[in-house]
């Protein structure tokens, strides 16, 4: 009887301490999602070069937006904008506003067992990725009046790959100065 006693004894402690380790790993995982583990973790990085043209009334300023992916899960890449805003007054000059072309993948053609790079957005998978670890830039330029100084803003746009309701974006910000 006593044998019987201790065993229920310790079934009972062997479903109490079950139940403990699947409440502390639930609110692990609780913890986790809250905190932003399952927020896509890409880092967006600018840099700008100013030059003048040879017309002296006009600008270059080139746009280089880097992304970094960190080390959990993959991201689709949908769109990426640069925006320019010239002049110190209000209202400043209407905004320039560029798509960085490179965001698509191109598409490929087999020419006798060799594939080939098209230079047109590719037909079955038209979004690039970026698997974990991934570095990668995109650049563009703008013509702008000289002497004006300008507000340079980057939005990427993503994704996960295997959900993609759930939308991402990172922006950054920049100025460019006239020399």
């Given at each position: 009887m006593a044998t019987e006693s201790l065993k229920l004894q310790l079934e009972i402690v062997d479903l109490v301490l079950a139940a403990l380790a699947f409440a502390a790993a639930a609110l692990f995982f609780a913890f986790k999602a809250l905190s932003g583990y399952l927020i896509s973790n890409l880092s967006l990085?600018?840099?700008?070069?100013?030059?003048p043209t040879a017309d002296a009334?006009?600008?270059?300023?080139t746009v280089v937006a880097h992304l970094k992916k960190g080390d959990r899960g993959a991201v689709t890449l949908h769109d990426a904008v640069a925006t320019l805003y010239c002049?110190?007054?209000e209202p400043a000059l209407?905004?320039?506003v560029k798509r960085f072309p490179a965001v698509g993948r191109l598409g490929t053609v087999d020419?006798?067992?060799?594939?080939?790079v098209r230079q047109s957005t590719s037909t079955v998978i038209p979004l690039l990725s970026l698997p974990p670890g991934e570095e990668t830039q995109f650049s563009t330029f703008f013509e702008v009046p000289h002497g004006q100084p300008c507000t340079i803003e980057v939005a990427i746009l993503g994704t996960w790959p295997w959900r993609?309701?759930?939308?991402?974006q990172w922006r950054a910000s920049l100025v460019s100065l006239p020399n």
């Open positions: 990085a600018l840099t700008s070069h100013r030059q009334a006009k600008d270059y300023v002049g110190a007054l209407e905004p320039m020419v006798n067992g060799r594939l080939e993609r309701k759930t939308r991402f």
